[in-house]
C-alpha cells in the first residue's frame, strides 16, 4: 500500500514539475530568462518542503488532535511565508522585470503595473498543495475506518457462526435417542 502511495506522489510532484518547468514556459511568445526557471525551481522546492511539512507535521500535530482552528491558521501561516519568500526571490532576481524586457524588448517596464497577480498565483499554488494533503490524510483516515469496521464485521460474523456451531454441538446429542 506505501509503495503505491510513492507513485501517485512521483507522478504528482512530476505533473507539478512538468508544469511550471516546461508546459507554462511554453506558452510565452518568446525565450524566457534564466531567472524565470530559477525563480520556479526555487518555488517548486518550496512547495515540496510544504506539502511534506503539512502531511508529517501540522496534520499529525492538530488534526489528530481535533485543534482545527489553529490548523487554519497555520495554512493561512503557511500560505504568507511561501508569498513572502518567493516575492523577496523575485525582487533579489529581478523576474518581473526580466520577464516584461524579454516579451516586449521595445518597450520600458513599469513596475507599479501588475503588481499583485503573483501573489494569488503563489496563493493558488500554496493551497493546492495543501489541500492536496489535507485530501490525502482525509483518504487515509477513512480507509483506516473502513478496514477498522471490516475488521469488527468479521470479528462479529465469526463469533455468531462460533455460537451458532455452540449451539448446534449442544443440541446434536440430545438428538441421538
Not at 534564466?34 to 499529525?60: E, S
Not at 497555520?74 to 516584461?100: P, W
Not at 480507509?143 to 471490516?150: S, V
Amino acid at each position: 500500500m506505501l509503495h503505491r502511495n510513492i507513485w501517485k506522489e512521483i507522478l504528482g510532484w512530476t505533473v507539478l514539475a512538468v508544469t511550471l518547468l516546461l508546459v507554462i514556459p511554453v506558452l510565452y511568445p518568446t525565450k524566457l530568462p534564466w531567472v524565470y526557471h530559477a525563480y520556479h525551481v526555487i518555488l517548486f522546492f518550496i512547495l515540496f518542503t510544504v506539502y511534506y511539512l503539512n502531511i508529517h507535521l501540522i496534520i499529525p500535530k492538530l488534526i489528530k488532535r481535533n485543534i482545527n482552528f489553529y490548523y487554519i491558521l497555520s495554512f493561512f501561516g503557511v500560505c504568507a511565508f511561501v508569498i513572502g519568500i518567493m516575492n523577496l526571490i523575485e525582487i533579489q532576481l529581478d523576474v518581473r522585470a526580466l520577464v516584461y524586457q524579454s516579451i516586449y524588448p521595445d518597450t520600458l517596464y513599469r513596475p507599479e503595473e501588475n503588481k499583485s497577480y503573483i501573489n494569488y498565483y503563489l496563493f493558488f499554488l500554496t493551497v493546492i498543495v495543501f489541500s492536496v494533503g489535507y485530501m490525502n490524510h482525509l483518504f487515509n483516515s477513512w480507509r483506516e475506518e473502513e478496514q477498522k469496521n471490516n475488521r469488527l464485521k468479521e470479528q462479529k460474523v465469526k463469533a455468531e457462526l462460533e455460537s451458532l456451531k455452540a449451539q448446534i454441538h449442544r443440541i446434536r446429542p440430545t438428538n441421538y435417542i
